[in-house]
């Protein structure tokens, strides 16, 4: 290959890059440089930098495509320029393809690749087209009238020719298997029927004795000649190909192929010096025969006319297909796969000829056949389904495993002979993350349904997206109706909404971004205020808030415990107190009954004894009066049941003696 680029850097660069490829790499430094070194030699590929001092790519390029002799290398231009005139230019120059700068080596070598194997596949599509030409022409040679003796001159001669020897000869054995007859040489159109002695030839009886084609590449030192070395001249051939001429599995000569240089017969040539001796031996014994040989010509024609028509419908596809991401099989609609893309070979295991001699069928699981099958019906109806999940039966070192494809087909190549191209993603991992999600997520919507709490979720701009049945209890509204229609801020009462989106952004209740335990109201369908207790907290989605996400925990049960745990706490606090108040009134009613009752004595005393009537009996019955009191009020502190109280001085409150000492009715009742 050869690299043409005045940038020292990007031409080192180049050349690394192939290197490492194992590509073979010659450098040229100019447009001169470069043309000078294709007058000299052949190239298998041309990476041509466009931009150049005179010289440049453009020149070189146009005088490479006007040279017959190099006129049909590849051409891949490197170009810094962007401008669809300059890569217009550059194509209708010549160029095969094109790299813009700055390139990765790994799209350049990919395109190189291509156009190497693209040249690869048209030089054997020539070989095999030249070699069907020579068929032809030899066949129809050797069926006409013309003087055979002429017509073996012309095959020998042609096929040395074709398969690049120095000599090709057809040698003749009869009943006697000691003596041949060269009967036509490329060399020497004069000879005929020239005796020899196949004792001298032991490549000859070789061949006649095995019936198989016989390559030497170095007869000076093939053992088979160990005993008539002595006797070869020293100028003889080196290299020899000598294939039998066989008819009805009887040797009737060989086909003798000559070339002083040491060296291997190529397979291609091999091929049609086989093809011609059995042409030949047909042609002088059975004309019949020849008919079938004229059909297989005939075949032959048309395999290449149908592989060269197939070639041009890819040709164009070809560097898309090599560096598509998923795999690429094109078939024909009875299903047999006529190309395959290296993702292709990757995803399914397989070789590129062990596709090619498959159909689709034999890589999908039996179970997923069906599918396939129909498919291939929608094919013929003009309908080509796509993203069709189908399971392979991938082939590995280790075992077989099966892997989800997603199949898509086209019929962008449905005009060029009825192919059908069909893409190929794995996306075993895909649908195992997929079926991972579903299950999380069904999860997920379980856990929240069967929350006792209210779950409600809406987007940045208040639109209510989850609602849960808990949600529904609390407020009122089917989740049908709420979700997409209905904002956040309907849920709570007026201005509530903001105060609430203010306190989860503060760092008071929580830290930013979150509300932790807020008590508010919650406004019903019914329009009732509920008391709830919240907490909430901004979803966010790469450091941006997203949306928001609320708990609300129904306070109305929680609030009418409490208050009847409050009321009855108040009524044993009050029975607790008027049982203090009627142990104190018995305490208090016993320890002044003695003091009182011995006041009452000593007053009665004091009145009997008295001898001044008029003043102590005044003072013993004022003391007597007021110790009755005393004792009373004793007997009704005796008798306090419950605590009741009546004004006293200024707001100040005493208990009321009386109505504490009053039997309870509720009392009497129960």
């Given at each position: 290959?050869?690299?043409?680029?005045?940038?020292?850097?990007?031409?080192?660069?180049?050349?690394?890059?192939?290197?490492?490829?194992?590509?073979?790499?010659?450098?040229?430094?100019?447009?001169?440089?470069?043309?000078?070194?294709?007058?000299?030699?052949?190239?298998?590929?041309?990476?041509?930098?466009?931009?150049?001092?005179?010289?440049?790519?453009?020149?070189?390029?146009?005088?490479?495509?006007?040279?017959?002799?190099?006129?049909?290398?590849?051409?891949?231009?490197?170009?810094?320029?962007?401008?669809?005139?300059?890569?217009?230019?550059?194509?209708?120059?010549?160029?095969?393809?094109f790299v813009r700068k700055p390139f990765r080596p790994a799209e350049l070598l990919a395109r190189i690749r291509g156009q190497?194997?693209?040249?690869?596949?048209?030089?054997?599509?020539?070989?095999?087209?030249?070699?069907?030409?020579?068929?032809?022409?030899?066949?129809?040679?050797?069926?006409?009238?013309?003087?055979?003796?002429?017509?073996?001159?012309?095959?020998?001669?042609?096929?040395?020719?074709?398969?690049?020897?120095?000599?090709?000869?057809?040698?003749?054995?009869?009943?006697?298997?000691?003596?041949?007859?060269?009967?036509?040489?490329?060399?020497?159109?004069?000879?005929?029927?020239?005796?020899?002695?196949?004792?001298?030839?032991?490549?000859?009886?070789?061949?006649?004795?095995?019936?198989?084609?016989?390559?030497?590449?170095?007869?000076?030192?093939?053992?088979?000649?160990?005993?008539?070395?002595?006797?070869?001249?020293?100028?003889?051939?080196?290299?020899?190909?000598?294939?039998?001429?066989?008819?009805?599995?009887?040797?009737?000569?060989?086909?003798?192929?000559?070339?002083?240089?040491?060296?291997?017969?190529?397979?291609?040539?091999?091929?049609?010096?086989?093809?011609?001796?059995?042409?030949?031996?047909?042609?002088?014994?059975?004309?019949?025969?020849?008919?079938?040989?004229?059909?297989?010509?005939?075949?032959?024609?048309?395999?290449?006319?149908?592989?060269?028509?197939?070639?041009?419908?890819?040709?164009?596809?070809?560097?898309?297909?090599?560096?598509?991401?998923?795999?690429?099989?094109?078939?024909?609609?009875?299903?047999?796969?006529?190309?395959?893309?290296?993702?292709?070979?990757?995803?399914?295991?397989?070789?590129?000829?062990?596709?090619?001699?498959?159909?689709?069928?034999?890589?999908?699981?039996?179970?997923?056949?069906?599918?396939?099958?129909?498919?291939?019906?929608?094919?013929?109806?003009?309908?080509?389904?796509?993203?069709?999940?189908?399971?392979?039966?991938?082939?590995?070192?280790?075992?077989?495993?099966?892997?989800?494809?997603?199949?898509?087909?086209?019929?962008?190549?449905?005009?060029?002979?009825?192919?059908?191209?069909?893409?190929?993603?794995?996306?075993?991992?895909?649908?195992?993350?997929?079926?991972?999600?579903?299950?999380?997520?069904?999860?997920?919507?379980?856990?929240?349904?069967?929350?006792v709490d209210a779950i409600i979720s809406a987007d940045n701009e208040g639109v209510i997206r989850l609602f849960n049945r808990?949600?529904?209890?609390?407020?009122?509204?089917?989740?049908?109706?709420?979700?997409?229609?209905?904002?956040?801020?309907?849920?709570?009462?007026?201005?509530?909404?903001?105060?609430?989106?203010?306190?989860?952004?503060?760092?008071?209740?929580?830290?930013?971004?979150?509300?932790?335990?807020?008590?508010?109201?919650?406004?019903?369908?019914?329009?009732?205020?509920?008391?709830?207790?919240?907490?909430?907290?901004?979803?966010?989605?790469?450091?941006?808030?997203?949306?928001?996400?609320?708990?609300?925990?129904?306070?109305?049960?929680?609030?009418?415990?409490?208050?009847?745990?409050?009321?009855?706490?108040?009524?044993?606090?009050?029975?607790?107190?008027?049982?203090?108040?009627?142990?104190?009134?018995?305490?208090?009613?016993?320890?002044?009954?003695?003091?009182?009752?011995?006041?009452?004595?000593?007053?009665?005393?004091?009145?009997?004894?008295?001898?001044?009537?008029?003043?102590?009996?005044?003072?013993?019955?004022?003391?007597?009066?007021?110790?009755?009191r005393m004792a009373e009020i004793v007997r009704k502190i005796g008798k306090i049941t419950r605590y009741e109280t009546k004004?006293?001085?200024?707001?100040?409150?005493?208990?009321?003696?009386?109505?504490?000492?009053?039997?309870?009715?509720?009392?009497?009742?129960?």
């Amino acid at each position: 290959m050869l690299v043409v680029d005045d940038d020292a850097v990007s031409r080192h660069v180049l050349t690394q890059a192939l290197a490492g490829a194992g590509i073979p790499v010659a450098t040229a430094a100019s447009g001169t440089e470069a043309l000078a070194w294709l007058a000299e030699r052949d190239a298998s590929l041309v990476l041509l930098d466009l931009v150049m001092p005179p010289p440049d790519g453009f020149e070189v390029l146009r005088h490479l495509r006007e040279d017959t002799r190099i006129g049909d290398v590849p051409v891949v231009v490197l170009t810094a320029l962007d401008t669809d005139d300059d890569i217009t230019r550059a194509f209708d120059a010549g160029a095969d393809d094109f790299v813009r700068k700055p390139f990765r080596p790994a799209e350049l070598l990919a395109r190189i690749r291509g156009q190497l194997r693209m040249r690869e596949y048209v030089d054997a599509l020539w070989r095999r087209e030249r070699d069907a030409r020579v068929v032809l022409e030899l066949t129809q040679a050797l069926s006409s009238t013309l003087d055979f003796r002429d017509i073996l001159f012309t095959v020998v001669r042609r096929i040395a020719e074709v398969a690049r020897v120095d000599r090709c000869s057809i040698v003749l054995v009869g009943d006697n298997v000691d003596t041949g007859y060269v009967v036509a040489a490329s060399d020497d159109r004069d000879l005929r029927d020239l005796p020899i002695v196949l004792n001298k030839y032991p490549e000859i009886r070789r061949t006649l004795e095995t019936g198989e084609v016989l390559a030497i590449e170095d007869a000076a030192t093939h053992p088979l000649f160990e005993v008539v070395r002595a006797d070869l001249p020293q100028n003889s051939f080196r290299s020899l190909a000598l294939v039998p001429i066989v008819y009805d599995d009887k040797p009737m000569g060989v086909l003798f192929l000559r070339a002083r240089q040491p060296g291997t017969m190529r397979d291609h040539e091999l091929s049609l010096a086989r093809t011609v001796a059995n042409a030949t031996a047909i042609a002088l014994r059975n004309a019949k025969i020849l008919q079938s040989l004229r059909d297989q010509t005939q075949e032959i024609n048309v395999a290449r006319f149908e592989a060269e028509r197939r070639l041009a419908a890819l040709e164009r596809y070809a560097d898309f297909f090599h560096s598509a991401a998923d795999g690429i099989v094109v078939v024909d609609v009875d299903g047999r796969i006529l190309f395959s893309n290296p993702r292709a070979r990757e995803i399914t295991g397989l070789t590129e000829e062990q596709l090619a001699a498959s159909r689709l069928a034999d890589v999908v699981d039996p179970k997923d056949l069906p599918t396939l099958n129909r498919i291939r019906r929608s094919f013929k109806r003009n309908v080509f389904p796509s993203m069709v999940d189908i399971t392979i039966r991938r082939s590995s070192e280790i075992a077989c495993e099966r892997r989800i494809i997603s199949v898509s087909s086209s019929s962008v190549l449905r005009e060029d002979g009825g192919a059908i191209l069909v893409s190929l993603r794995d996306v075993t991992d895909d649908r195992a993350t997929a079926a991972e999600l579903k299950k999380t997520k069904e999860f997920l919507e379980r856990v929240i349904e069967s929350s006792v709490d209210a779950i409600i979720s809406a987007d940045n701009e208040g639109v209510i997206r989850l609602f849960n049945r808990a949600a529904e209890r609390i407020y009122g509204y089917r989740a049908s109706v709420v979700i997409g229609t209905m904002n956040v801020r309907d849920l709570y009462a007026p201005n509530r909404a903001s105060q609430i989106m203010r306190l989860i952004k503060s760092p008071e209740h929580g830290g930013p971004g979150r509300l932790e335990g807020y008590r508010t109201d919650a406004l019903a369908k019914d329009g009732t205020l509920i008391p709830v207790l919240l907490s909430a907290a901004l979803i966010v989605e790469d450091d941006r808030p997203v949306g928001s996400v609320g708990l609300f925990t129904d306070l109305r049960e929680r609030l009418r415990m409490e208050a009847k745990l409050t009321k009855a706490q108040d009524e044993l606090r009050a029975r607790e107190k008027q049982a203090l108040i009627a142990e104190l009134a018995g305490a208090a009613a016993h320890e002044l009954n003695q003091p009182l009752t011995s006041v009452l004595g000593y007053a009665e005393l004091i009145n009997r004894r008295a001898e001044d009537p008029a003043s102590v009996r005044s003072a013993a019955a004022t003391i007597l009066g007021e110790a009755e009191r005393m004792a009373e009020i004793v007997r009704k502190i005796g008798k306090i049941t419950r605590y009741e109280t009546k004004a006293y001085v200024g707001a100040a409150k005493i208990i009321d003696l009386d109505r504490s000492s009053e039997e309870d009715p509720n009392r009497a009742l129960g």
